[in-house]
């Protein structure tokens, strides 16, 4: 569950609650079958599988971003200073820290 969910559903809350008319227990049902759908969809991660979750992170990132910071000879001779396996390192690098943020792991940064 993100924040951007949890907040539009406070903002449909706010909405809801605004009309006088609105029967407070149906919202409330509402409010709860969306936070179980929402729950559902992303289920948490326990506190083992964090720790070795940033544990792989760390070694995959180390994996891909290494060799890009020592380079090689078709890194030299690209106009960009950047050969396509070492750019493509660095896009899978990019892929891991995305699914990181998704997943709320912030502790690796490399
Ligand atoms: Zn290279």
Redesign the pocket.
């Known amino acids: 569950m993100t924040a951007d969910q949890l907040a539009a559903l406070a903002d449909q809350i706010d909405g809801r609650l605004d009309n006088e008319n609105a029967d407070r227990q149906t919202i409330c049902e509402d409010v709860a079958a969306r936070l179980r759908q929402l729950a559902a969809a992303a289920p948490g991660l326990t506190a083992q599988q964090r720790d070795v979750l940033v544990l792989m992170a760390a070694d995959a990132l180390e994996y891909r971003v290494e060799p890009v910071a020592a ?2 000879a ?2 030299d001779a690209h106009p960009a200073l ?2 396509a ?2 750019a493509a390192d660095l896009d899978r690098a990019e892929r891991y820290r995305t699914v990181l943020r998704q997943l709320g792991v912030t502790e690796v940064t490399p």
């Open positions: 380079k090689c078709d890194c950047l050969c396996d070492h």
